[in-house]
């Protein structure tokens, strides 16, 4: 199987100077999988951008954790595709369930989002998920569904995109998926993808688990046939990350 391991790490709204200056020295000692294994992405808050860019190991990549709909210009606060273009930064995470949640962003926006950033070279890491709520009430793939079919509606080439899975009710509440549930919605949403888009694409695209992933619990999770990585919450700013990403030797074991 082709898909290499990707493991991203979203420090979210973290973070002071001399915190993320620790965080780089512990990443650029970590001992981890060669770049062959394992592709990993971490995704400081924009302030931090340049320093971490510059600082961080190369063989480890940025990721931005947002940026606009379209264009830059009159749209205080935002940050462009272009701007992280310019910046040299290669990924953004877009569709991140807190943005959803807690700014109203809509499927469609959030494919919007997806359309613009690859238009402008961007990879991205494109999130989706359920809530507690609708996981109760059986509509985990309805959901899940959805959110896809707004991207793959409005994009044709998915080689820079990696889906990252991340159940809502698992994110920062210790609760995780069990390795079973993960896979379970990571096999529907493949087949979801061969039966909407194609073989091709349901083969290649990389699909992250995301939702209280820490050292403890990556092996296990790693192990299933269709978890192809992690996107990783508090856990990338702990030492315990490069445990995470040594995960990936489960697969090419």
Not at 113 to 124: D, E, I, P, R, T
């Amino acid at each position: 199987m082709g898909r290499k391991f990707c493991v991203g790490g979203n420090w979210k709204c973290n973070g002071t100077l001399e915190e993320v200056k620790k965080i780089i020295s512990i990443l650029n000692s970590g001992d981890v999988p060669s770049s062959d294994v394992v592709e990993v992405v971490v995704s400081p808050p924009f302030v931090f951008l340049p320093l971490v860019k510059s600082e961080l190991r190369p063989d480890f990549h940025v990721a931005a954790q947002n940026c606009w709909v379209k264009k830059g210009g009159a749209f205080t606060g935002e940050i462009s595709a272009e701007m992280l273009v310019n910046l040299g930064i290669p990924w953004v995470i877009i569709g991140h369930s807190e943005r959803r949640a807690l700014l109203g962003e809509t499927n469609e926006f959030v494919a919007d989002k997806v359309v613009y950033a690859l238009s402008k070279g961007l990879k991205v890491i494109a999130c989706v998920g359920e809530t507690l709520e609708q996981r109760e009430a059986g509509s985990t793939m309805d959901v899940v569904a959805a959110q896809t079919k707004a991207i793959a509606d409005k994009i044709s080439d998915w080689s820079n995109v990696v889906i990252a899975y991340e159940p809502v009710w698992a994110i920062g509440t210790g609760k995780v998926a069990t390795p079973a549930q993960a896979q379970e919605v990571h096999a529907a949403l493949r087949s979801w993808l061969s039966t909407n888009i194609s073989a091709e694409v349901a083969e290649s695209t990389r699909i992250q688990y995301g939702g209280s992933v820490s050292g403890a619990n990556c092996k296990e999770l790693a192990a299933q046939p269709d978890v192809d990585g992690f996107l990783v919450g508090g856990a990338s700013l702990k030492p315990e990350f490069i445990d995470i990403i040594k995960a990936a030797t489960v697969k090419s074991a």
